[in-house]
Every structure is written in C-alpha cells, then in structure tokens.
C-alpha cells in the first residue's frame, strides 16, 4: 500500500484565539514579579485597558506567528496581525488619555481597526466556505 502524501491543513481563527489565550497567560506568569508592581499603581480603569492592550498584542503576534507557517491563508493572518497589534496599542494609548474617545486620532485609530476586524473575518468566511 502506497503512503498518502501529508496535506497541511489551515489553521482556523478560533484555534489561533484560542493559542492567543495561553500565550497571554505564560507571558503574565513569565512577568508577574514586575508586573504586580505596576499593576498596583494603576487605576481600575487603567488596569482594565493594560489588560485589554495585552490580550489584543497577544492576539496580533499569534496570528504574525501563525503566518510565517505559509498557510493559504497568510496575507489574511497578516493584515489581522497588523490589525490586533494597533487595536493593543490604542488601549495602552488610552491608559493615557482615559477615554477610547478622546483625542479623536484614538477614535479613528479603533474605529478603523475594528472595520479592518471586520473586513478580515468576512473575507475569511467567504474563503473558507468557497473551499468547503
């Protein structure tokens, strides 16, 4: 019997997520000596967008991760990875600032990165169900 060639199969966005996830969580336990110490000085509301930066810069460098493998669908995980790298660093920007709002590049920032969110997961969707 004949060995069947191996074909690589794509990875799919929630498994990408999903590898996000545990990413962010050894990075945390890699940096929790330091990072309990600012942790400590920052406001809830600081506190809350550190952790939303993190998770999306996560996020960002998993899919830029998950592109060099040369999967089909490379140049997409690529503009995603772009895409959840400047949403990370909004948050932090907005750590500053106090408000997604304000100053109204912060706004345009986001709002442009969640049509860019947007715009990747309807071209995926629409890849993925023309390859079956």
Known sequence: MAA???VKIPTPFPVVLAEAGLLGIIFIAIGSGYLWEFINRLQPDQLFNFCEGLLWTVIGVTFAWHAFR????RRLQ????????LFGISDFIEMRTGAWYTPWTLFALKAACVLSFLIHLRIYMTTKNKNG
């Open 70 to 73: 040369k999967t089909k669908y």
């Open 4 to 6: 069947r060639p191996s």
């Open 78 to 85: 690529i503009g995603a990875s772009v895409s959840f790298l």
